[in-house]
């Protein structure tokens, strides 16, 4: 095999609460994420050696400092590989979304090259090496629909039976065009008081809904700690969640620590309504996409 191209799927946090700090300096977190059929390609070439990137898309690093790049070096270090790659990254996503790009990259590359390299490597020992580049990098290995506790690792997969509200369901992406550092949106939201400001709330009721195939009430269970600290610094940010609403979707919320804002409705077709009324209200310039979550999208 000379060559091997996989999508590197989006997602999105329907839940996301956070518990506390941990002694490691990481946050503890209780969140469900969903991956989306909206994805990056990345494209990987075999070469006798070196690990080398290219993307044209701007603010992504083409350096040793690129999450995918570390993921080859990391493989390399961890079986003793001497064989590199070329990998070209073609961005869909917005960079600094919240939607989880580098990590989705990092983990589409342990993937890709896993094969590309012909290794003999176990998912946990994937798993492992994972964890190592970042919180949601273990989640991409698989990307469906998980709550995933600790910093993220710990992730437990939830069945498509289990998600019937997400069946026929669409999301309305809308994303102003810059990043929120995820450093700071923690700091701002620690400085805000953190857990002892927020409501007592866990993702039971959510995953209730999520199974009981009513998206309406799985919408008025969409949470994220971090919107009140985000929203505060880009209020922008709290007017796409608020127009997205009186657009049709029957729930928002911003993905991770932003800056992607989602909208939840019913049917890919009432997603595309509300889509043309957010361009109709910011300008088409705005960047907008209609996604299905993957697992019931066929990718």
């Known amino acids: 095999m000379d060559s091997i191209t996989l999508p590197s799927p989006a997602k999105v946090n329907l839940f996301l609460r956070i518990l506390g700090k941990r002694p490691d300096g990481f946050h503890e977190l209780e969140t469900v994420m969903a991956a989306l059929d909206l994805a990056d390609e990345m494209r990987f070439e075999r070469r006798p050696c070196g690990i080398t990137i290219e993307c044209s898309a701007p603010g992504v690093p083409c350096d040793d400092s690129n999450l995918a790049v570390r993921a080859a070096r990391l493989l390399q270090e961890r079986f003793g590989i001497q064989a590199g790659t070329h990998i070209v990254l073609r961005k869909r996503t917005p960079v600094g979304g919240g939607m989880g790009g580098g990590s989705s990259n990092a983990a589409t590359t342990l993937r890709a090259l896993g094969r590309l390299w012909e290794l003999s490597a176990s998912q946990s020992e994937f798993e492992t090496l994972a964890s190592r580049l970042g919180s949601d990098v273990p989640f991409f290995l698989r990307p469906s629909v998980a709550t995933c506790r600790g910093r993220g690792e710990i992730i437990e997969p939830i069945s498509a039976e289990k998600c019937r509200a997400l069946q026929e369901a669409a999301v309305v992406l809308v994303n102003p065009g810059f ?51 985000v929203f505060r610094k880009y209020p922008i940010l709290e007017m796409f969640r608020r127009s997205l609403v009186e657009a049709g979707a029957s729930g928002a919320l911003m993905s991770g620590s932003g800056a992607t804002v989602f909208g939840l409705c019913l049917n890919v077709r009432a997603a595309e309504d509300v889509r043309s009324k957010i361009m109709a209200k910011f300008g088409p310039s705005l960047w907008t ?10 990718s």
């Open 289 to 298: 996409h209609v996604a299905r979550f993957a697992a019931f999208s066929g």
């Open 179 to 229: 990043g929120v550092p995820t450093p700071w949106a923690y700091r701002s939201y620690a400085a805000r008081g953190g857990v002892s400001a927020e409501p007592k709330r866990d993702a039971g009721p959510l995953l209730r809904a999520l199974a009981s195939a009513d998206l309406i009430a799985l919408a008025g269970e969409l949470y994220n700690s971090l919107e009140p600290a």
